[in-house]
């Protein structure tokens, strides 16, 4: 059975810093990734998606990399600002799944201070 | 924008009460799923459906049904609601095939609260 791990849970650093958020899974057997975003009370926001056969995907200040051989993903968000304040989840969907569904890690929250 | 719109987003039911939660897309994706989300267990996913009519349980189906007769909506049903089914309930959509890249996309969520 696929778990996704995310480590740390929560995360607060100075706005202006890099982020970097980390993603493990155990069946390397993925037929893709995604990062998403969930503010407070509201569903999840699509931010990155990386299928299997590639090994990052960039939007803004936003980098997803993916090493399936060692069932690692990360996230990492440029120049923090406040607004990027919220918690991120990774998701993989198996090779073998029916649907595409997707195994979630538990998430990292994020704070970043002014 | 693909949309997913969840009817309602904070609802008290009673013990024992049969609940519906509605879910709508409007971009024509096959897949659709029901997942809930509780603090320290994370996303769990309860149902999906990848057709019409077509329906697999998830994770933790224990206590809950679904229902798909059109492709655009998707309900999950509380035969008969306990308060361990107090949760916030997540709909999600998404289209079968490599070139959609499969991004799955969220409703905003349903607070249920079962007293």
């Known amino acids: 059975k696929q778990e996704v791990t995310q480590i740390p849970a929560a995360l607060s650093v100075p706005e202006g810093e890099n982020l970097v958020l980390n993603c493990s899974f155990t069946?390397?057997?993925?037929?893709?990734l995604q990062w998403f975003r969930q503010d407070p009370g509201k569903g999840l926001t699509s931010l990155l998606l990386?299928?299997?056969?590639?090994r990052e995907q960039t939007s803004g200040r936003l980098n997803a990399s993916l090493d399936k051989s060692s069932g690692r993903s990360t996230l990492y968000i440029a120049a923090s600002q406040p607004g990027d304040s919220a918690t991120y989840l990774c998701?993989?969907?198996?090779?073998?799944?029916?649907?595409?569904?997707?195994?979630f890690g538990g998430g990292t929250r994020v704070l970043v201070k002014p | 924008d693909v949309k997913v719109t969840q009817s309602s987003r904070y609802l008290v039911k009673r013990t024992g009460e049969k609940v519906f939660l509605e879910c709508v897309q409007d971009?024509?994706?096959?897949?659709m799923f029901w997942y809930r989300q509780d603090p320290g267990l994370g996303l769990r996913l309860i149902y999906f459906?990848?057709?019409?009519?077509?329906?697999e349980k998830g994770d933790i189906p224990e206590g809950y049904s679904v229902s798909r007769e059109k492709k655009e909506r998707f309900s999950l049903i509380l035969e008969s609601a306990s308060t361990n089914q107090t949760s916030m309930y997540l709909c999600?959509?998404?289209?079968?095939?490599?070139?959609?890249?499969?991004?799955?996309?969220f409703g905003e969520g349903s607070w249920l609260t079962v007293v």
């Open positions: 990386i299928q299997s056969s590639q």
């Open positions: 459906s990848y057709d019409v009519k077509m329906k």
């Open positions: 971009m024509d994706h096959e897949n």
């Open positions: 998701a993989v969907s198996l090779i073998k799944a029916a649907g595409n569904k997707l195994t």
């Open positions: 069946d390397s057997a993925i037929y893709n």
């Open positions: 999600a959509s998404s289209l079968t095939g490599r070139a959609s890249g499969n991004t799955i996309y």
